[in-house]
């Protein structure tokens, strides 16, 4: 009875923990979303790879997967054809997305170890990766077999202005991403609610609001 009674409230809490994940997942793609939506205007800089780097690092490739599809998704055919067209280059956007989920998701641990700045730099090197993926790939779909080497050297020469400004922003914003997690964790230990999420971020977390204590009670 006991055995039974333990496995019901395991499984209402792997519920709960469930559904707090998914809040945070489709809040945090909400916001990626707007914000990209709101700065479309300012060339390449955008709010949706560190969002999916984020939703990735506290939950894992799982959810960082369905950030990165349901955020490609919704953007690019709800917000994009607003002000345009993305045509095929969806598809190699989307793939891009992927494989910073996929990363994201398998070195979490690695990545909380990093200093502010590293990652930055590798927001940064995402950045560089995604312009130079969707723009070969979008000039080889559109003129086919008339692209030429030389053809796309130049292209991605004359788009380092823009690619330079896309890197700028995304190290600022991947930096800040250890700050924004501690946030979040902050904010649902506040009220009680423990994520599984990664230990040194929680122990993190735990260790600042003791600290913070003490200093009250002293």
Partial sequence: MSKTKTSLKQREKDRIQTILKLSVTATLASLGIILSAVVIFFPNIEFISVSIFLIALLFGIEYGLLAAISIAVVYEFLVIPIYGS????????????IALAIIAGLGRKLFVKLSFWELG?????FALFYDVITTLFGQIIVLQQSVTIP??????????PFTLSHMVG??????????????????FQFRGIKLLML?????????VQKNNVRGDVS
Avoid at 121 to 125: E, M, N, P
Avoid at 199 to 207: A, G, I, M
């Fill in 170 to 187: 995304n190290f600022i914003l991947f930096s800040l991403t250890k700050t924004l997690i501690n946030w979040v964790v902050a904010a």
């Fill in 199 to 207: 230990p040194q971020l929680s122990d993190s977390s735990e260790n």
């Fill in 121 to 125: 730099v590798f927001g940064a090197t």
């Fill in 86 to 97: 993305g045509g095929l280059l969806i598809l190699f956007k989307l793939l891009c997305y």
């Fill in 151 to 160: 053809y796309l050297i130049s292209l991605l020469i004359w788009g380092m």
